[in-house]
């Protein structure tokens, strides 16, 4: 008998918000529920890649001032973090 696939049930960002200079970096981390979900995987993408972008691992690097929001996707289920970028001091 095949073992018994659990579904992901929710995905959480932290930080939910987060704020960095243009050229710096900040990291979000995604947290998969339940714990012993079959697949964890989650993949991250940027609404505007202009503002901000963001890597496979969840590191944000702003780009230029304004504001964008970073998804993290697990198992269909999404959460987002809404990213200020800040012109370089």
Do not use: C, F, N, R
Request: glycine residues 8%; aromatic residues 2%.
């Amino acid at each position: 008998m095949a073992p018994t696939k659990v579904e992901v049930t929710g995905v959480t960002l932290d930080p939910t918000t987060v704020s960095v200079e243009a050229g710096k970096t900040v990291k979000v981390t995604a947290t998969v529920t339940p714990a012993d979900a079959t697949d964890k995987t989650v993949t991250y993408s940027v609404d505007d890649d202009t503002i901000a972008t963001v890597t496979a691992d969840g590191t944000i690097t702003g780009v230029k001032d304004g504001i964008a929001t970073v998804t993290a996707t697990a198992g269909g289920k999404t959460a987002t973090t809404a990213v200020t970028v800040t012109a370089a001091a």
